[in-house]
């Protein structure tokens, strides 16, 4: 067997999208996918709790104003963990440019909306789902893209679409965006793991497949008790 493709999560909240990951890939060992090491941005977030219950190696990064240098710490987390990929999951800093240097193209993000709108500086959390309420989109949904120096702007690897219901509020909108993040995030994994797609030179993402997983992805979002 093939030697997994190892995973360095990067958090800042609560996990739920590293749960995702950890349930898919921890319980199956033939998935080909290890999750080496959890790098948390503070201390204190729910993230690192459900990093140890999975037996995961964490990491917290220094706190501003600490004296430790923030990028070489990054650096040497990344290091630890022998990442080939990495995942931004909830990870509010900006990747110093030296780190996305060394993991362009093996570095990427999720974000709660379909990127290129509702991205960018300040657009995370409830912020996103907030600007998409007030905007009257009828449309919202997940993005994977690839990081690059700027907040949500690297090349779209996948999106999956996400409807706005009348009457949804930032929470209600929010529990059915992240349902689906739940999917789309370790099946991107996967496929990074699969080398189904890569960043190509023109700097854009390149599939060998198609990503649609057709109607396997099928979302019944009248279920939205269960989120
Ligand atoms: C998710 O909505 C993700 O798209 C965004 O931050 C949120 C993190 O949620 N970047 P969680 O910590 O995975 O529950």
Redesign the pocket.
Known sequence: MKDPVKVAVL??????????LLDTFTRSPESGVRVTRVIASRPGI??IERARAASVPCGVLPDRGSGEDAEAALHRELEAADADLVV?????KLIPESVVRAYRGRMI????ALLPSFGGPGM??GH?HEAVVRSGALVSG?TVHFVDEQYDRGAIIAQWPVPVREGDDVDRL?AR??RV?HRVLPAVVKAFAEGAFGLDEDGRCRWSRPWFPGETFYINDESDEEA
């Open positions: 958090v800042s909240g609560s996990g739920t999208n590293l749960q995702a729910g993230s931004l999951a909830g990870f509010l993000n999720i974000h709660p995370y959390g996103v997940v929010a965006v992240l993040e």
